[in-house]
């Protein structure tokens, strides 16, 4: 596959601001858990969440009030710490040649929230504004098309918790076709009421903070995030690979994933292959380890079939809840500076923070703990993203070759 290039990411989630501060928290685990206890979502319920809880950047006086979400609020907060690099490709190519992708699941839907409230409570439908364009998957794409006056392709994907890295997927397709030169893509959602009840209507919200792949494991934690990257088909100053990706489509259920693990195995050797690599080539796995009964079962099964069981491996949920459409772009992000010396100049690799308790019907996947470490040689990692409805997708990033 022909290279393209991944910058510095910018990240925002519960684990704070920066890659700097998120890969300290992997490495080293804060003693109180980042995730926000919050009675206010689930009725009757108080469970935790990866809440982001700080102020957000405003934004800024040019945006039409159209884009204004929580939604891209917080993704606009994320990009400041990528503007240096956007700043640099749009002088190098011009907005002409620069898209934007971003992936999201709810985008700013919630904004319609006081509408729908006024109809339950008997008002008419035009009592209240309608929030369209925040009710549309490609806002967020579009409000970075806003405001950076991009010239280019804007557009969102939504596939679930896979659209984060489907959006980095499709920003190097649009590259390797000549369409751009460099591409704005990540993910982004927000603590939403409709997807937090959904996933509780599905009786997968844990009682307390996700144990993924463990015997006690009870469900997941819902959180919120926005990662972003600036992706280019040369290799920009402080940029790695996108060695390669895959993808695949089971179908097996709307909600459940396929038991045997079989779509997402094809999703790991469909990346190994655009990558031209073998499995053993693969030094660490950031899993989408959700801690559901279903997810960490099939998961495992695909691991071990495709690498064996002796790579490291790390769910990194546990510290910022399951961030939904935003989790692949996120994921990818902390992928990112885990490889990267410059970040990571001793080859810590994340701890897995569980109670340690095997789950003795899954393969015994290599787990990492804290004395867990790359290996010698060249750092290449995968970060594997499963969704509803079957859709799956692993993203490889690593070193240049030598």
């Given at each position: 596959m022909k290279q393209v290039y991944l910058s510095r990411p910018a990240l925002v989630s519960a684990l704070g601001t920066g890659l700097a501060a998120h890969l300290h928290a992997l490495f080293h685990p804060p003693a109180a858990t980042p995730l926000t206890a919050r009675d206010d979502l689930v009725a009757g319920k108080t469970r935790l969440f990866g809440a982001v809880n700080r102020e957000l950047r405003p934004f800024p006086a040019h945006l039409p009030a159209a884009h204004h979400s929580r939604n891209n609020r917080l993704l606009w907060d994320a990009l400041a710490q990528l503007e240096p690099q956007l700043e640099a490709a749009l002088a190098r190519y011009g907005r002409g040649r620069v898209a934007a992708v971003i992936g999201t699941s709810v985008?700013?839907?919630?904004?319609?929230?006081?509408?729908?409230?006024?109809?339950?409570?008997?008002?008419?439908?035009?009592?209240?504004?309608?929030?369209?364009?925040?009710?549309?998957?490609?806002?967020?794409?579009?409000?970075?098309?806003?405001?950076?006056?991009?010239?280019?392709?804007?557009?969102?994907?939504?596939?679930?918790?896979?659209?984060?890295?489907?959006?980095?997927i499709s920003a190097a397709r649009l590259l390797k076709l000549g369409v751009c030169d460099a591409v704005v893509c990540g993910g982004v959602d927000t603590l939403s009421p409709l997807t937090v009840n959904g996933f509780h209507a599905l009786e997968v919200l844990s009682a307390g903070i996700a144990k993924p792949f463990s015997a006690h494991r009870d469900g997941i934690n819902i959180g919120e995030a926005a990662a972003a990257f600036v992706m280019s088909r040369e290799p920009l100053p402080d940029t790695l690979p996108l060695l390669g990706y895959g993808g695949s489509s089971d179908a097996y259920h709307m909600s459940s994933p396929r038991p045997d693990g079989l779509g997402a195995a094809a999703a790991f050797q469909a990346a190994l292959d655009k990558a031209g690599l073998t499995a053993a080539d693969i030094g660490w796995i950031n899993l989408h380890g959700t801690g559901t009964a279903h997810n960490d079962a099939m998961e495992s099964r695909a691991v071990a079939e495709v690498f064996g069981c002796a790579t490291p491996a790390t769910s990194t949920k546990p510290l910022t809840g399951h961030t939904l459409g935003a989790a692949g772009a996120l994921e990818a992000a902390l992928l990112w500076g885990v490889v990267s010396r410059r970040d990571n100049p001793q080859g810590v690799l994340p701890p897995q923070l569980w109670d340690s308790v095997r789950d003795a019907a899954l393969p015994e996947i290599a787990l990492t703990d804290a004395h867990s470490r790359w290996r010698g040689g060249r750092r290449i990692g995968a970060s594997a993203s499963f969704a509803f409805g079957g859709s799956n997708c692993v993203i490889i990033i690593g070193e240049h070759d030598a």
């Open positions: 985008g700013g839907a919630d904004e319609n929230i006081p509408l729908f409230q006024h109809v339950a409570r008997g008002g008419t439908w035009d009592g209240m504004p309608f929030r369209q364009q925040a009710q549309l998957m490609s806002d967020a794409a579009e409000c970075v098309g806003a405001a950076y006056g991009l010239q280019n392709l804007c557009y969102g994907v939504s596939t679930a918790c896979t659209s984060g890295a489907r959006a980095l």
